[in-house]
């Protein structure tokens, strides 16, 4: 028999996978719009772009989600200063390319933890969340198949379109 206190007691997990899932989702929704910004008009930031919008929908929405289910939701970022300090001083040091592969790698453990929440959420019988994060996993799975196929931007020859210029806007 499990203590409430246990690691492995159910609403313990979820509450667990549901706080780490909220500060993935607020990774991927700060970094993905960093990185488009930083690419800017290039081909990839369009994904980073539809990313950030699910994770700022999926923000908004899990609240009420495991509010259904009975599950406590702590939403609140932790160490919030020293990750901004990690960001600037990493900026500084990061390729674009390094960059955008090292938040297709966040995203993706974020996708191994929604798996997760999806499993527990299902077998602890709170329908609610299993059922959005099976729907979320659909959605976010799709969108990092899209944001991979856009490495090959990155093996163009730096010739070919520049990072920055408006590739839409033609020469008068």
Known sequence: MHDIESPEHPATRLRDLT???VKTEAFALKH?????DRLR?????????AIAAHAQGTLGALPEVCARDGLPLDGSATDAHLLALRDALTDL????EWAYRSTLEALRRGVALMRLIALSAEGDG???????SVAWLDTRTALIERAE??????????GASNVGE??????E
């Open 19 to 21: 706080h780490a899932i």
């Open 32 to 36: 993905c719009r960093h990185e488009a």
């Open 41 to 49: 008009y290039a081909e990839p930031a369009n994904v980073l772009l």
């Open 93 to 96: 040091l990061m390729q674009d």
């Open 126 to 132: 709170k329908p609610a969340l299993a059922e959005f």
């Open 149 to 158: 196929s856009e490495l090959r931007w990155f093996s163009r020859p730096r």
């Open 166 to 171: 408006d590739e839409s806007s033609g020469s």
